[in-house]
């Protein structure tokens, strides 16, 4: 097989679509559809899944420990990548994937897409256009083949812009500059894989909102990001619901497991294993005659009882 010419050709489809589409996406509405055909929600006018926001408010306190599980035991091993430098240890970031493609630079190919691009109404340099489509939670994760000098995607002007329209962060396989700078944006977090002062140069943007790699990861547009200080997740959009809630019922189940093991009325061994009929009854009782008190809303509460999600 031989895979170069493989490659060319692979690489030519890309272009042509890009070329094709104004640049305004690259995958069509329908192809959107196909590819996260398992999402029956909301989505934008361009096919990206758009979870419900009260979805991505309760997934900030999800841990990462707990998405994996949930993906693993859905059949998806590949969402998660570690290894990053984030900006801040302490700083969830939480959104809506907008996926972007950049590659080293090619003259022909670069030239080609930023007049099709400027031509279709985009402004300034073409590591700009993604941060214009950007809404409300989204997070802007791209592929920047791992370059680290020469390879900053932003700065902190850059940085500001982002932060304005999507009040969440980025997630770059790639390098930033302006560290210092981007720490002054409250609630701003960035998780690169180093931090360089050089600008950006020999790079070209390819894509906005393909699928695309990040690391081990498949990243398609629309997954559900949850970045923490010990890696980046990226969750399926038809999946995010069920992340929350089991990590809302692992929550509640493992504060009454603690707090009856400090009363005494349990055993580790009784709490640490599958519960008898007895300890699920005092737990469902536990939960209605404390729901006031606990770390999961009331309404949401209720709405687990009325699944009987556990």
């Given amino acids: 097989m031989n895979f170069k010419?493989?490659?060319?050709?692979?690489?030519?489809?890309?272009c042509l679509l890009i070329l094709n589409s104004g640049f305004a996406q690259n995958l069509s509405v329908d192809q959107m559809k196909f590819l996260t055909h398992q999402w029956d929600g909301e989505r934008f006018e361009d096919g990206r899944p758009k979870v419900a926001t009260n979805i991505l408010e309760r997934m900030k306190k999800v841990t990462i420990e707990e998405a994996w599980g949930v993906l693993r035991n859905e059949g998806y091993h590949n969402q998660f990548e570690g290894g990053w430098q984030p900006l801040h240890d302490d700083v969830t970031v939480v959104g809506r994937a907008l996926t972007v493609q950049y590659m080293p630079n090619r003259p022909d190919v670069a030239d080609q897409i930023k007049q099709k691009g400027l031509k279709a109404g985009e402004i300034g340099n073409t590591n700009s256009w993604p941060i214009d489509r950007l809404v409300e939670h989204d997070v802007y994760v791209a592929d920047g083949f791992g370059k680290i000098v020469d390879g900053t995607l932003i700065g902190d002007n850059l940085g500001n812009s982002i932060y304005a329209k999507s009040k969440t962060g980025v997630?770059?396989?790639?390098?930033?500059?302006?560290?210092?700078?981007?720490?002054?944006?409250?609630?701003?977090?960035?998780?690169?894989?180093?931090?360089?002062?050089?600008?950006?140069?020999?790079?070209m943007l390819l894509s906005i909102n393909d699928p695309i790699r990040i690391g081990a990861a498949t990243v398609?547009?629309?997954?559900?990001?949850?970045?923490?200080?010990?890696?980046?997740?990226?969750?399926?959009?038809?999946?995010?619901?069920k992340v929350v809630v089991t990590s809302e019922v692992v929550r509640l189940r493992d504060l009454f497991g603690i707090t009856r093991l400090k009363e005494g009325k349990y055993t580790p061994g009784q709490i640490d294993n599958k519960w008898s009929e007895e300890i699920e009854k005092d737990f469902s009782k536990w939960i209605r005659d404390h729901m006031d008190e606990l770390p999961v809303p009331k309404d949401q509460i209720k709405e687990l009882i009325k699944k009987r999600m556990w």
């Fill in 220 to 241: 398609m547009p629309g997954d559900v990001v949850l970045a923490k200080k010990e890696g980046v997740i990226f969750i399926p959009a038809h999946l995010a619901e």
């Fill in 5 to 14: 010419k493989i490659t060319i050709a692979s690489l030519t489809l890309i």
């Fill in 171 to 203: 997630v770059f396989n790639a390098s930033s500059r302006d560290m210092e700078g981007l720490s002054e944006i409250d609630g701003f977090n960035a998780f690169v894989r180093a931090w360089h002062p050089s600008f950006l140069t020999e790079v």
